[in-house]
């Protein structure tokens, strides 16, 4: 069971990588006022969504204790992102704040994940 978790997290870890990724090649463009929301951030939070679902489900069934509260506002933010990078997927540009707090929320995930512990 060890394995498939760590093989869960690793793959949630690539999501992640993908959403950032896509926020962080997209900066410049945000400074011109061109940015747009790419395929890979909306792949990127999928792929944190499914996996972090199943490594949940995971841990659980593996009797490891899970923080129900941390994860809940992992999963709200996330839903948050995973809605805005949805509807304005097909814009030709976001507006600068909106892009922005994409990457804040994104990157109040990654801090969550690793320090509330």
């Not at 896509?22 to 410049?28: H, R, Y």
């Not at 490594?55 to 805005?84: E, Y």
């Amino acid at each position: 069971m060890d394995v498939l978790i760590h093989l869960f997290v690793g793959l949630h870890i690539i999501g992640i990588a993908a959403l950032l990724g896509g926020f962080l090649t997209q900066m410049k463009a945000m400074g011109q006022g061109t940015a747009r929301f790419v395929p890979g951030m909306l792949h990127g939070a999928l792929t944190m969504l499914v996996t972090g679902v199943a490594l949940v489900g995971l841990n659980q069934a593996d009797d490891h204790s899970v923080n129900t509260i941390k994860i809940g506002v992992k999963l709200a933010l996330l839903i948050v992102i995973l809605g805005l990078v949805y509807v304005k997927r097909d814009e030709e540009t976001v507006e600068k704040p909106l892009f922005g707090l994409v990457g804040a929320l994104t990157i109040a995930n990654i801090f969550i994940a690793v320090l509330w512990t």
